[in-house]
């Protein structure tokens, strides 16, 4: 059964980098047909797509993050990891990983349950 | 970019109501909308895609229609594990978007 897990940080300081993990299981990330991303949901307002990776190293992020951010895939732990820098009280929010189907793309069939990042001093 | 909107932000309703929820496109997305029901510490669930085609073991009693920038979300018997939040978004075009959500709580 496919699992994802979400972990990392819950407290991340201003300016800092927010650094967090989603683990698969029951699915291998070198799996041709699906795509991996990131999204987030800010208190009281709606989800966000972050960004994508594709095994072979393929990446698509929302414009909206300029530069901040950057998604890598570890295969053979079959873990893929969101790096957002510079990051500022807007940043807090519920942080989902999740899979979407090569074909359609941007679908969401399955999601992890979320871990909130708080940004704050 | 495409925006999407969702109507209501909140909606009141009782267990057995009908319950309808718009989502607006601000441009032609065809029928690449998505529907997903969130819990508080739950893992999202994808109820809808394509607009209207129901994931399996999904309800029967969610539908949804719509197509080009009008789409609709219908419980025709609202259940009591139905009390969530539901969103919309498309997929039709990156940046993928999604509604403000929409709130259906115990009336």
């Known amino acids: 059964q496919l699992q994802l897990q979400e972990s990392g940080p819950g407290l991340v300081a201003p300016s800092e980098t927010l650094s967090l993990t989603c683990t698969v299981s029951g699915e291998s990330l070198i799996n041709d047909g699906f795509f991996w991303d990131w999204i987030r949901q800010p208190p009281g307002k709606g989800l966000e797509w972050i960004g994508s990776?594709?095994?072979?190293?393929?990446?698509y992020y929302n414009p909206s993050f300029a530069s901040r951010v950057s998604i890598s895939v570890d295969p053979s732990k079959n873990q893929f990891s969101l790096r957002l820098t510079s990051v500022t009280a807007a940043d807090t929010a519920v942080y989902y990983c999740?899979?979407?189907?090569?074909?359609?793309?941007?679908?969401?069939?399955?999601w992890g349950q979320g871990t909130m990042v708080a940004v704050s001093s | 970019d495409i925006q999407m909107t969702q109507s209501p932000s909140i909606l009141s309703a009782s267990v057995g109501d009908r319950v309808t929820i718009t989502c607006r496109a601000s441009q032609n997305i065809n029928s690449w909308l998505a529907w997903y029901q969130l819990k508080p510490g739950k893992a999202p669930k994808l109820l809808i895609s394509k607009a209207s085609t129901l994931e399996t073991g999904v309800p029967s009693r969610f539908s949804g229609s719509g197509s080009g920038t009008e789409f609709t979300l219908t419980i025709s018997s609202l259940q009591p594990d139905d009390f969530a939040s539901y969103h919309c978004q498309q997929y039709r075009i990156n940046p993928w978007a999604f509604g403000q959500g929409t709130r259906v709580e115990v009336k």
């Open positions: 999740a899979l979407t189907p090569a074909v359609p793309r941007g679908r969401y069939d399955s």
């Open positions: 990776i594709f095994h072979r190293g393929v990446t």
